[in-house]
């Protein structure tokens, strides 16, 4: 047997195994924290519009259209494609919304993080 050789790990570092616990704890609060957000997030509402108000969405942080308006005015029977026009932006632009406050709250997690 070699002498010197006492068993178990972390004993001659002075207390490594507590410096993993502490970033296990730290790391668990921070799941914590970004499900928190999360669940903030998906239940903020957005609103996305197009043609100056002309076409409105209301949709939530989880992405899911939870209203829609459209003047009567711009309801053309001849021109069906400009209120598609109009629905697609509307959407893309609520869409956008969703991302940057996305990006905003949870990139602070994210951060430095080798992606």
């Known amino acids: 047997m070699s002498k010197g050789f006492r068993g178990g790990f972390g004993q001659k570092s002075g207390g490594g195994g507590n410096n993993m616990q502490k970033m296990m704890q730290q790391a ?3 799941q914590r924290e970004m499900e928190k957000e999360q669940a903030e997030l998906s239940e903020k509402e957005f609103e996305g519009t197009a043609g100056g108000g002309m076409v409105k969405l209301t949709m939530n942080g ?3 259209l939870t209203a829609i308006e459209i003047k009567p005015e711009v309801v053309d029977p001849d021109d069906v494609e400009m209120l598609q026009d109009l629905i697609v932006a509307a959407f893309n632009d609520c869409n956008e919304k969703i991302e940057a406050e996305n990006e905003e709250k949870m990139g602070k997690y994210t951060q430095g993080l080798p992606f």
């Open 62 to 64: 989880a992405h899911k």
């Open 28 to 30: 668990q609060q921070l």
